[in-house]
């Protein structure tokens, strides 16, 4: 069973998990990942029952995907135990168990020196143990392998965690309007803005969020790369929409309405003076064919029952009629991304894990530790990976001896 | 502006074939002279990236023609630093060749300056794409020296000499820096996502193809780590893996559409 476990666990195993989790992926470039089902079935006729029963639609959620997932994690578990054994053994051991190891090289009378001049050029400390000198440097860089493959158990769980858990809705709302979550938190729209920069648009919505308990955040402006962030809430701009609308103001007594105008209709009170509203209609600037398009409004102004001829009209302009301003509303929305997270600093979990998985590469790479026994008869090269130092020093040695 | 682009091509190109000609010759003067001719070019090529980086009032890595310039770009940082700190002077023509590669496949791609769109528009912007092009040239570079492993080889060189030892280290260490930045890129690039797209992870195919890519190189270390494959299997593995980062880079803008479509 033992020999079972720990060839299920081994880096041979790992690697074939990898591999196939590496196979898997590019296999999934071949289709378009995610849409709908017709989608395939039209583009790709004759693949698709294949398609559909190997749920290669969405390779990355289809059962084997996950299970192959779930075997790497379980490894990487594995292995960030086996890890941890080892780096806790080699960095309280090591320099004692050089200490016991046999010369490897000889060393001729003298050379003991140079040996100590390199390893305090290479900022080596110096241990003496019986009639054995350790040098040695780089000892935390035991742990970078444990560091290493936790983090990635740490990056993937969170990952998941933060793939999962929050709660993603798309909300539509028109600037000076707010909407309300399902736990209570209203999120208000003050105003709506497209900015045209080298024909480049960049939406932005200056939004306030109140929390149930009826705290609120400060008005804040979101738009692509800055999300807005209260509480568990983050909003992020995500899209716009185009809804007429208008407001209409009496003269004689301030009377304010609200009309949407998702179809022609003649808004009148009377039925004989009003306005007559036909669409709208996008147009481009003359001047700047790449700028973004202007939304305008088709109108037909009515006095008892005598029809004007049609006139466009651009959002924000007033026209008054009878006893009634009707002013024409800007008819862009953003649409927003509400993001709910389980618990505020979700996310810094899993930033915080792919910080640590830095670090322990750091500690891989770049701080291999390095163990060098020696007495004045010869000296041995400990540590991992010591064939390449050992072959530098007799070079080096050979050369000083040489110059001599 | 452009002909410095294409004078820095051209001396790459020139100092290819100069140290093609040296090595044939066996003219020490004339791989000197190739070196002169490709510090030049790394001259006119630094001098134009400066120049479209003052005119775009942006770090120019924007677009396929900006990546592949910037990439090509840090080949001679890493060939000179290597050059000079280790004395290794075989490694200009490998290095040449793959600067006029990615030189020669940046001349193919459309090359005006566009306005940064509002979505690239972020802090992390100049890391994400910097390290990127790092990455890749450290992985390229990696290749170069475990080619030249191979080839020493083949010639006879025993693999547990001093010499044959450095090399293969050099590989790994490079590759280690390569690995080191690319998972740099990863980790920028899913905060970066969650900011702009609200997920640290789409499974885009830009980002499907750096985990293949990543992976690859995973598995290089664990393989190098159980020291049951020879310095000349190491080597042969970290050329073979070229395509992979070589695809990242420009076969996923080129072949599959997805959000890291930028140009």
């Not at chain 1, 701080?367 to 050992?390: C, F, I, Q």
């Not at chain 2, 682009?5 to 003219?27: D, E, N, P, R, V």
Request: aromatic share 14%.
């Amino acid at each position: 069973m033992k020999k079972v476990l720990g060839r299920l666990f081994s880096m041979k195993a790992a690697n074939l998990l990898l591999a196939l989790v590496a196979l898997l992926c590019g296999l999934s470039s071949l289709i378009p990942q995610g849409r709908e089902l017709p989608f395939y079935a039209e583009n790709y006729p004759r693949a698709y029952t294949l398609i559909y029963r190997t749920h290669f639609y969405d390779v990355f959620s289809s059962w084997y995907f996950v299970l192959l997932m779930g075997l790497l994690c379980l490894s990487l578990l594995v292995c960030s135990v086996r890890m941890f054994q080892r780096a806790l053994k080699s960095s309280r051991e090591d320099v004692q168990k050089a200490a016991a190891l046999p010369n490897a090289e000889r060393l001729e009378p003298g050379q003991l020196e140079q040996l100590r001049r390199w390893a305090a050029s290479r900022r080596c400390r110096e241990e003496q143990i019986g009639e054995s000198f350790v040098f040695h440097k780089n000892r935390v860089g035991y742990w970078g392998l444990f560091l290493l493959h936790i983090s990635v158990l740490l990056v993937v769980l969170f990952g998941v965690f933060a793939l999962a858990m929050p709660k993603v809705t798309d909300l539509d709302c028109r600037p000076g309007e707010s909407v309300s979550l399902e736990d209570g938190t209203e999120i208000a729209v003050k105003s709506f803005s497209m900015n045209n920069d080298s024909g480049q648009l960049d939406y932005a919505s200056r939004i306030q969020i109140i929390l149930p308990d009826g705290q609120r955040s400060p008005v804040q402006e979101v738009k692509v790369n800055y999300p807005m962030t209260f509480g568990k809430v983050k909003v992020f701009q995500w899209t716009y929409g185009v809804s007429p609308a208008v407001m209409t103001r009496s003269k004689l007594d301030g009377t304010v309405q609200f009309f949407d105008l998702d179809r022609p209709a003649f808004l009148s009170e009377d039925g004989l003076t009003g306005v007559q509203y036909l669409g709208t209609f996008e147009a481009e600037d003359q001047d700047d064919p790449a700028a973004e398009k202007t939304v305008f409004y088709q109108v037909r102004l009515v006095s008892n029952g005598v029809s004007m001829p049609d006139m466009s009209v651009t959002p924000g302009e007033t026209v008054t009629v009878g006893d009634w301003e009707f002013i024409f509303q800007d008819p862009y929305y953003p649409g927003l991304r509400v993001k709910e997270m389980p618990f505020p600093y979700a996310n810094s979990l899993l930033e915080a894990a792919m910080m640590l998985l830095l670090l322990g590469m750091f500690l891989c790479f770049y701080l291999r530790p390095v163990v060098v026994r020696a007495d004045e008869t010869g000296y041995t090269v400990a540590g991992p990976r010591p064939d390449k130092l050992r072959l530098e020093l007799r070079k080096l040695l050979q050369k000083e001896e040489e110059s001599k | 502006m452009k002909t410095l682009f294409f004078i820095s091509l051209g001396l790459y190109g020139a100092a290819l074939l100069t140290q093609l000609a040296g090595a044939l010759l066996k003219k020490e003067n004339v791989k000197k002279g190739a070196w002169a001719l490709y510090l030049l070019g790394f001259g006119a090529h630094l001098a134009y990236f400066v120049w479209r980086g003052v005119a775009a009032q942006r770090l120019p890595l924007a677009s396929q023609f900006e990546f592949a310039c910037g990439f090509a770009l840090c080949i001679p940082v890493v060939l000179v630093l290597l050059r000079n700190r280790m004395d290794l002077n075989w490694i200009a023509a490998a290095g040449m060749g793959a600067t006029v590669l990615i030189q020669g496949y940046a001349a193919f791609q459309r090359m005006e300056i566009t306005a940064l769109m509002p979505a690239l528009r972020s802090f992390w912007f100049n890391y994400h794409i910097g390290a990127a092009a790092l990455s890749y040239s450290a992985f390229l570079v990696a290749a170069c020296v475990a080619g030249r492993y191979v080839y020493q080889f083949r010639r006879g060189e025993p693999g547990d000499s001093l010499k044959m030892l450095q090399l293969e280290d050099l590989s790994f260490r490079l590759t280690a820096l390569g690995y080191l930045l690319l998972t740099t890129v990863i980790v920028i690039g899913a905060v970066w996502a969650e900011a702009a797209w609200s997920a640290y992870w789409t499974w885009d195919p830009k980002e499907v193809w750096a985990l293949i890519t990543w992976i690859i190189y995973t598995v290089y270390f664990h393989i190098r780590a159980r020291k049951q494959k020879d310095g000349y299997w190491l080597c042969w593995y970290v050329i073979l893996a070229v395509p992979a980062f070589l695809f990242t880079f420009a076969g996923v803008n080129k072949l599959i559409p997805g959000l890291h479509s930028y140009g």
